[in-house]
């Protein structure tokens, strides 16, 4: 059965961090262009950041560049989103989810597979 696990989400202060993780089960991520999205409340889905099938690139949405970076551990089937600085702002569900392509997935949000999510809540 093909699953994606997130976790690592919580309450953290604005200026913080935060490492979300996304394992897989079933399946192999490093076949697959594997992205984080988020949700935050009353507002649509945002496409965060995205690691390409190769590892060696990655895409990062204008909101969150210079303060996450995503990474695969292919020995771990997982990919991390490392989250710094982090704002009020930032405050929504993250998702990780699997698609065949990251340039796909941002621009239009079509994943294979999705995990059920992890809550990120930024306040003091």
């Known amino acids: 059965q093909v699953q994606l696990v997130e976790s690592g989400g919580g309450l953290v202060q604005p200026g913080g961090s935060l490492r979300l993780s996304c394992i897989g089960y079933?399946?192999?991520?490093?076949?697959?262009?594997i992205g984080w999205v988020r949700q935050a409340p009353g507002k649509e889905r945002e496409g965060v950041s995205c690691v390409y099938v190769s590892g060696d690139s990655t895409t990062y949405a204008d909101s969150v560049k210079g303060r996450f970076t995503i990474s695969r551990d292919s020995g771990k089937n997982t990919v991390y989103l490392q989250m710094d600085s982090l704002k009020p702002e930032d405050t929504a569900v993250y998702y990780c989810a699997a698609a065949p392509s990251c340039a796909v997935a941002m621009q239009f949000g079509e994943y294979d597979y999705w995990g059920q999510g992890t809550h990120v809540t930024v306040s003091s």
């Open positions: 079933g399946f192999t991520l490093d076949y697959y262009a």
